[in-house]
Every structure is written in structure tokens, then in C-alpha cells.
């Protein structure tokens, strides 16, 4: 199984500003991907990061608000842009195996946005 | 990808077995039947999948009716750090479709 970290684990930030969650895997994925889990709520899929290109964006998701990078097969970043306090959620970035048939999680990036 | 429903809560003794069922009568043939949990302030963890037949893993075991519309997962000795949400969730597993849909679960709650 493959073992994810994020950095940071919580963050308390002020409207307006941006914040960079940053994503490693520990073993090469074939596929990661960045959901959002809003408070009391389900996880939500933002994006598949996709090495090397633009990253795929669910409905409702625009690259403006949530620019993605995958430089390589361990690493992706996620940037919340210009923050309001409805983006308060917690962030987590995912990754799969070789075979695709399991999805394995970070511990989630806790934003807070005043 | 097929929708899922699932009761809301369940309440469970510690060391009694804990069963969660899962309907998806919608499921099309080459879906998968996948059970993932999270646990308090963690990320989902992956549990045990299967496609027609039971599995058994060291977490858990899937059981999956006949014509597959719907499935148990059983926790056979509940522990109180199995206290969770439980999402089932059906996909077809193959590259190109590894994207999850997560309906809202069941909060098992393990009892002392």
C-alpha cells in the first residue's frame, strides 16, 4: 500500500489570500486525485492531477479557483486561490495503485478561512 | 457509476460482530463493490472489495447477494476504534476509471 503525506495538516487563513496544500506518496501512484470534504459533509472529487498536464476538473471545479500541478509519478500540489470562508473545508489528495483497483488517502489538510 | 444507499447510523456492541449493509440495485455487471471507512480527523482507509463473490480480509468480509443488489460488510469482532463512517461505494476497476463517489455512509458507533 502506498503512504501519503500532506503538509500542511491545518491552516487558519484570511480571506483573499491563497494557500498551497502540497501532496507526496511515498511509492509511485498511477493516479492521484484532490477532494474536498466541507463540514459534516461527504467527500466532494475537485480534480485528477495528471502528471506533467492540466489536471481534470470536476463540475462544479475550475482550474482559476483550484490550480493543480503533478510534476511526477510521488508529488501534487493543490492551491486554494483567493479564499472565502465557504472554502473551510478539509482538503485531501489520494493515490492509486499500480493495478488501479485501490485508492489510497492522505490525513487531509484542515483549512480554516476567516 | 451505480448509486448507493446505506442507513445513516448503526449502533454496535464492542466484540459483537457488526454487519453494514449496502444496497445498490442499480449495480451494472462490471461494477465492483468497494468498502472504504474514516475514521475521526483521518482520511478514508481502504477496507475490502469485491465483484461476486464473498471476500474475506484480515479487516473484514464482504458478502454479496446472488444477483448482487446489495452487500454486507461484517466486522466480525467490533473493537471501539472501529467507531467510523462506512461509505460504500460501486465502481467499474479499471485505468481510466479510478475516480470515487462517496454517498454519505453509515456512522457505525461501537458501544462499550
Known amino acids: 500500500s502506498a503512504v501519503i503525506s500532506q503538509k500542511p495538516s491545518r491552516d487558519i487563513c484570511q480571506r483573499g489570500t491563497s494557500l498551497t496544500i502540497q501532496c507526496q506518496v511515498d511509492?509511485?501512484?498511477?493516479?492521484m486525485f484532490w477532494y474536498r470534504q466541507q463540514p459534516g459533509q461527504s467527500l466532494t472529487l475537485i480534480a485528477t492531477a495528471n502528471q506533467g498536464s492540466e489536471a481534470t476538473y470536476e463540475s462544479g471545479f475550475v482550474i482559476d479557483k483550484f490550480p493543480i500541478s503533478r510534476p511526477n509519478l510521488t508529488f501534487s500540489t493543490l492551491t486554494v486561490s483567493n479564499m472565502s470562508p465557504e472554502d473551510s473545508s478539509i482538503y485531501l489528495c489520494?493515490?492509486?495503485?499500480?493495478?488501479?483497483?485501490?485508492?489510497?488517502f492522505g490525513p487531509g489538510t484542515r483549512l480554516l478561512v476567516l | 457509476d451505480a448509486k448507493t444507499t446505506q442507513p445513516p447510523s448503526m449502533d454496535c456492541a464492542e466484540g459483537r460482530a457488526a454487519n453494514l449493509p449496502c444496497n445498490h440495485s442499480?449495480?451494472?455487471?462490471?461494477?465492483?463493490v468497494y468498502w472504504y471507512r474514516q475514521i475521526h480527523s483521518q482520511g478514508p482507509q481502504y477496507i475490502i472489495h469485491?465483484?461476486?463473490n464473498n471476500e474475506t480480509n484480515e479487516m473484514a468480509s464482504l458478502i454479496i447477494t446472488e444477483d448482487r443488489k446489495s452487500s454486507t460488510l461484517i466486522l466480525p469482532h467490533a473493537t471501539l476504534r472501529d467507531t467510523a463512517v462506512y461509505y460504500c461505494i460501486v465502481r467499474v476497476a479499471h485505468f481510466g476509471n479510478e475516480k470515487l463517489t462517496f454517498g454519505t455512509g453509515t456512522r457505525l458507533t461501537i458501544i462499550p
Open positions: 442499480t449495480i451494472s455487471g462490471n461494477e465492483y
Open positions: 489520494s493515490g492509486t495503485g499500480p493495478l488501479g483497483e485501490t485508492q489510497y
Open positions: 469485491g465483484l461476486k
Open positions: 511509492s509511485q501512484v498511477t493516479m
